[in-house]
């Protein structure tokens, strides 16, 4: 049975950072790539950044140049650091498989606010 437990979200002004984590367990973390999600008030959920197995990263061009999606294959987790926040950044992040496959069951995820 997976499970995936993030944290590290809070509330942070405009221009602030953040570092978010996801832990992995019931799967072989290693193998598997990865992305994190986030999910504004009334708004679908968007793919954020990805990771391989091996290190390679994509991510969506509102973030791209501010935040930085890592991974440690021996602690089983996932990171987004997160910098140079703006209020359009503000949702519930989540961790999952990389959207090419099927989903795992999604964690609780962990609340980003950003004021201005």
């Known amino acids: 049975q997976v499970q995936l437990v993030e944290s590290g979200g809070g509330l942070v002004q405009a221009g602030g950072s953040l570092r978010l984590s996801c832990v992995v367990s019931?799967?072989?973390?290693?193998?598997?790539?990865m992305g994190w999600y986030r999910q504004a008030p009334g708004k679908q959920r968007e793919l954020v950044a990805t990771i391989t197995g091996g290190g390679s990263t994509n991510y969506a061009d509102s973030v791209k140049g501010r935040f930085t999606i890592s991974r440690d294959n021996a602690k089983n987790t996932m990171y987004l650091q997160m910098n140079s926040l703006k209020p359009e950044d503000t949702g519930v992040y989540y961790c999952?498989?990389?959207?090419?496959?099927?989903?795992?069951?999604w964690g609780q995820g962990t609340q980003v606010t950003v004021s201005s």
């Open positions: 999952n498989v990389h959207p090419a496959f099927s989903a795992w069951s």
């Open positions: 019931g799967k072989i973390f290693s193998i598997n790539p």
